[in-house]
């Protein structure tokens, strides 16, 4: 089983800000990794797809970085509507797929 | 695309959890897509559970797969989740899903459904 590990579990940031998330694979995913947003009451959102392509509809503002263990995703200035949980998701391991625990991304 | 789960939210410790996805907008026979289970514990992450192909092909988290069973029915473009046994570790939010031609990912989601385990 592929294990994936967020960092940090909490990130405490203010609008206009740079935040980085980071995802890493127990082994090599190669760029098969997405991440998703998630607010609370909602169901998750596809943000971006293997590794670094937004899925449609995602601003700018969100990219996505890495290859084989490690990860990122860059939000380059928060606006109030990104504060929420972040979830990655590797689907190297096809049809065993496994998520990250989470960071979640609040008001400082 | 839209999915909808259905079903019971309140189930018995030692019973089964059973919920349907409503699928519409798409057919769930569309060649290449999946069709998904993802759980969430109440203040914890998502948890994959397993997929089911059309053709009745079925995939399962490795920790789940004694207990669970993922079916579809196409005349209804529905899918199902059975899982048995059930205790209070499986109280959660449970939400289908489904993956696109090729993808591997869950782009489109169902809002979920709450099930709580308690006698």
């Known amino acids: 089983e592929i294990v994936l590990t967020q960092s940090p579990a909490t990130l405490s940031l203010s609008p206009g800000e740079r935040a980085t998330l980071s995802c890493r694979a127990s082994q090599s995913v190669n760029t098969y990794l997405a991440w998703y947003q998630q607010k609370v009451g909602q169901a998750p959102r596809l943000l971006i797809y293997?590794?670094?392509n937004r899925a449609t509809g995602i601003p700018a503002r969100f990219s996505g970085s890495g290859s084989g263990t490690d990860f990122t995703l860059t939000i380059s200035s928060l606006e109030p509507e990104d504060f929420a949980f972040y979830y990655c998701q590797q689907r190297r391991n096809w049809p065993l797929l496994t998520f990250g625990g989470g960071t979640k991304v609040e008001i400082k | 695309l839209q999915l909808q789960e259905s079903g019971p939210g309140l189930v018995k410790p030692s019973e089964t959890l059973s919920l349907t996805c409503t699928v519409s907008?798409?057919?769930?026979?569309?060649?290449?897509?999946?069709w998904g289970w993802i759980r969430q514990p109440p203040g914890k992450g998502l948890e994959w559970i397993g997929n089911v192909y059309y053709s009745g092909s079925t995939y399962y988290n490795p920790s789940l797969k004694s207990r669970v069973t993922i079916s579809v029915d196409t005349s209804k473009n529905q899918f199902s989740l059975k899982l048995t046994s059930v205790t209070a570790a499986d109280t959660a939010m449970f939400h289908c899903?489904?993956?696109?031609?090729?993808?591997?990912?869950?782009?489109?989601w169902g809002q979920g459904s709450l099930v709580t385990v308690s006698s």
């Open positions: 899903a489904t993956i696109g031609p090729r993808s591997g990912y869950f782009d489109s």
């Open positions: 907008g798409a057919s769930i026979s569309s060649t290449g897509y999946y």
């Open positions: 293997d590794a670094s």
